[in-house]
Nanobody
Framework: QVQLQESGPGLVKPSQTLSLTCTVS??????????WSWIRQPPGKGLEWIGY???????YYSPSLKSRTSISRDTSKNQFTLQLSSVTPEDTAVYYC???????????WGQGTQVTVSS
């Protein structure tokens, strides 16, 4: 059974960098054709895709967030990390790490972690 668990600070000040880590168990992040994604949901809004890092280490980001986003991985710990710079209160959301299987869609989700941007 694959499990994903987000971790990181729940409160970030404006202009700082938000950093979240997803720890994966029950499967390797280097297994072919899996894409390890970050998705967020601001209060009262729908889901917003942020980006992914693939099984080979390739990254792809939402065009609207690309200039502020970096996703990296530590294969020795089976973790991948989101960094979102220059945050504003509009970045307040529940952040999820999610596994996508090729073109088949998302199959495993973390429980989500609330991040609030406030001074």
């Amino acid at each position: 059974q694959v499990q994903l668990q987000e971790s990181g600070p729940g409160l970030v000040k404006p202009s700082q960098t938000l950093s979240l880590t997803c720890t994966v168990s029950g499967g390797s992040i280097t297994t072919n054709y899996y894409y390890w994604s970050w998705i967020r949901q601001p209060p009262g809004k729908g889901l917003e895709w942020i980006g992914y890092i693939s099984y080979s280490g390739r990254t792809y980001y939402s065009p609207s967030l690309k200039s502020r986003t970096s996703i990296s991985r530590d294969t020795s710990k089976n973790q991948f990390t989101l960094q979102l710079s220059s945050v504003t209160p509009e970045d307040t959301a529940v952040y999820y790490c999610v596994r996508r299987v090729g073109v088949l869609g998302y199959d495993y989700w973390g429980q989500g972690t609330q991040v609030t941007v406030s001074s």
